[in-house]
């Protein structure tokens, strides 16, 4: 999941399960399950302090969603690639690999469902939050009040790196993967391996309207859900980003600007797409 999946989920989250209170918690036997919850030793430890607590507001960090609870704990969750939130019934089957259910006094429950389990769930006291290393590194977030291209203009002119790893390192920008940084470039008509530093003030605007412009988009259609259906909202109805994808996915179809076959490399691992004639 990127920053508009991780948003539509915090959203719906914040609409249907504050005001909720956790009769329940069940975290399942398998080995998978309890890597869910890897920072707890215990099943108990975790269940424990979520039982009889009231959802009171959900946040987001980066691409943590933060539960906060009536008794001064929070509940942290990172998706990883594939995990997701599922609100259901005792009438729904539970899907594969679903790892957590916490039943709700108010009716209904909520599930955590992860194939890959690179996801996971723990629980922190809010005065603790400070502490917990991958929070404190949670680079500055694109759509935050404190992101100005002022400040934008200054971060990249510090590094000199390539435009696609420095747009998905997440201690630079939160949220931005494979699919939104290949978007936001060809957005501002950059390549992926155009070096940071190298950026004209023009292009800088560019660049930054683009990351607004592309990640609010992308959180009105709901988030992108490829053919893998890995990404569902809440409620399991899949986004509609992807139809409106420009290069991302698009290997050898026509640039929808100008034609030119869209182009895509191995970097790092991760493919980049982009048009060879509309980014410079």
Not at 48 to 70: C, I, P
Not at 129 to 157: N, R, S
Request: proline share 3%; net charge positive; aromatic share 8%.
């Amino acid at each position: 999941m990127e920053l508009p999946e991780v948003e539509v989920m915090r959203r719906d989250l914040e609409k249907d399960v504050v005001g909720r209170r956790i009769k329940g918690t069940e975290v399942k036997s398998s080995k998978n399950a309890m890597r869910a919850i890897r920072r707890h030793a215990k099943r108990k430890e975790f269940t424990s302090r979520l039982d009889g607590r009231k959802v009171t507001k959900v946040e987001r960090r980066g691409k943590y969603v933060l539960m906060n609870l009536d008794s001064s704990d929070v509940l942290v969750v990172h998706f990883g690639m594939s995990g997701r939130f599922q609100r259901a019934n005792g009438r729904t089957p539970l899907a594969p690999h679903t790892h957590v259910v916490m039943t709700f006094q108010q009716g209904g429950d909520l599930r955590f469902v992860d194939p890959r389990t690179f996801g996971e769930m723990f629980v922190s006291a809010s005065d603790e939050l400070g502490k917990v290393k991958e929070l404190q590194h949670v680079a500055i977030d694109p759509l935050d009040q404190v992101f100005t291209w002022q400040t934008f203009q200054y971060l990249l002119a510090e590094r000199a790196a390539k435009m696609k790893q420095l747009l998905m390192d997440q201690k630079f920008i939160s949220g931005l993967g494979n699919i939104y940084s290949d978007e936001v470039l060809f957005s501002a008509g950059l390549r992926y391996d155009r070096l940071s530093n190298t950026l004209s003030s023009q292009e800088v605007r560019r660049l930054y309207r683009a990351i607004q412009e592309i990640l609010q988009d992308a959180i009105k259609s709901r988030g992108t859900t490829l053919e893998d259906e890995a990404y569902v909202d809440l409620f399991g109805k899949p986004g509609e980003f992807q139809q409106e994808l420009k290069v991302y996915g698009r290997e050898g179809m026509p640039c929808r600007r100008c034609r030119t076959p869209i182009q895509s490399v191995k970097i790092g691992g991760r493919s980049a797409y982009f048009c060879p004639q509309c980014q410079s």
